[in-house]
């Protein structure tokens, strides 16, 4: 069975600190796709980012970078100089032809 | 293409009486997928079609619940009997073939049962 854990429940900076949120997964395939998405308040789930399993190079992308370990099952994703925009709900994600959703992990960020 | 469209985008309704609410995926897209998020967690799977096909059901889709995706356009689903812990955001959500293709959501119905 697929299972993500976020184990952060809520996070509040203050604009321009840098964000890490947590996310642990549990799959038997060998295969498999990472995902982060974002919950704005208007409810709209956003994708931000995507990683496969056989490619462990961390990467940036603007303000985002994320971090792939397999040997500890995690993947965290970073903000870099959050915005008071950045405030949402962030989802960890871990799909089978369907995605298993962590609980999220609520970012407040204050001017 | 404006992206995944949901209606109503909310809806109150009596116990015991039934509800359906309607999905728009993104047009190219051959696969649609149903969950549903209670405040506080995240969304849990209810089912997924590849086309007209449904390819797989969670067990907790009861047999209150039922979706419908004909000529794999816009789906449907149907709620029975509605209880109050039915209450809840409905999401749907579309993608091309593939896991690692990301799915694209729409805004939700948000159920209320009073």
């Known amino acids: 069975a697929q299972k993500v854990t976020q184990a952060q429940t809520e996070i509040s900076v203050v604009e321009k600190e840098d964000v890490t949120l947590d996310c642990v997964y549990e799959?038997?395939?060998?295969?498999?796709?990472l995902f982060w998405y974002k919950q704005p308040p208007s409810g709209e789930l956003v994708f931000l980012i995507r990683?496969?399993?056989?490619?462990?190079q961390n990467e940036i992308s603007g303000r985002y970078s994320w971090n792939f370990q397999k040997s500890t099952s995690s993947f965290n994703f970073t903000i870099t100089a959050s915005q008071v925009v950045d405030s949402a709900v962030y989802f960890c994600?871990?799909?089978?032809?369907?995605?298993?959703f962590g609980a999220g992990t609520t970012v407040t960020v204050r001017a | 293409d404006t992206g995944v469209s949901q209606n109503p985008r909310h809806k109150i309704t009596k116990r015991g009486q039934n509800v359906t609410f309607r999905c728009d995926p993104i047009?190219?897209?051959?696969?649609l997928y149903w969950y549903r998020q209670t405040l506080g967690q995240g969304p849990e799977f209810l089912t997924y079609?590849?086309?007209?096909?449904?390819?797989?059901k969670s067990r907790l889709l009861s047999d209150r619940f039922s979706a419908e995706r004909p000529k794999g356009s816009f789906s449907t689903l149907e709620i029975q009997r509605t209880e109050q812990g039915d209450s809840a955001m409905y999401l749907c959500?579309?993608?091309?073939?593939?896991?690692?293709?990301?799915?694209?959501f729409g805004q939700g119905t948000r159920l209320t049962v009073v």
């Open positions: 079609f590849q086309n007209e096909a449904q390819l797989e």
């Open positions: 047009s190219e897209h051959n696969r």
């Open positions: 959500a579309s993608s091309l073939e593939g896991r690692d293709t990301e799915a694209f």
């Open positions: 799959t038997r395939d060998t295969t498999y796709y």
């Open positions: 990683r496969n399993s056989f490619d462990e």
């Open positions: 994600a871990l799909n089978d032809y369907k995605l298993s």
